[in-house]
């Protein structure tokens, strides 16, 4: 019997450890997290189970960029109008759902394809 109420209090023991760990952990989280203002990721798209594509603005640029377990690559600068445009976009959904924001995020990349392409065939 007092086997069985040893390995209680073990038990119990133990809970509250891991407990208080956890409290300790978001307790330092919350303070180790601190927003960067200079390097933001507007949008991401998964593209496969490794990859993505997203939007990143640094500083006041805005690039284009995939993402991957190898290597993280600038596909290319947004230029200044369409990021504005992308921006406003982005403010005014802020509060929509997610998939009108991955619409905007199709939308404004078929854009600045389409204006790549037209300054590669000039």
Do not use: C
């Not at 947004?78 to 802020?94: F, G, N, R, S, V």
């Amino acid at each position: 019997m007092e086997m069985l109420f040893t390995v209680v209090k073990l038990i119990i023991g133990l809970l509250i450890v891991v407990y208080l760990i956890n409290i300790f952990l978001k307790f330092l989280n919350h303070y180790s997290l601190q927003t960067n203002k200079t390097f933001r990721i507007l949008q991401k798209i998964p593209v496969s189970k490794s990859s993505s594509i997203g939007i990143v603005q640094i500083v006041d640029r805005v690039y284009v960029m995939s993402f991957s377990e190898q290597q993280n690559q600038i596909l290319f600068e947004m230029p200044a109008d369409e990021a504005k445009k992308l921006l406003a976009e982005l403010q005014q959904t802020t509060t929509a759902d997610p998939k009108k924001m991955q619409q905007s995020f199709a939308t404004v990349l078929k854009r600045v394809k389409r204006n790549l392409e037209n300054k590669k065939r000039k």
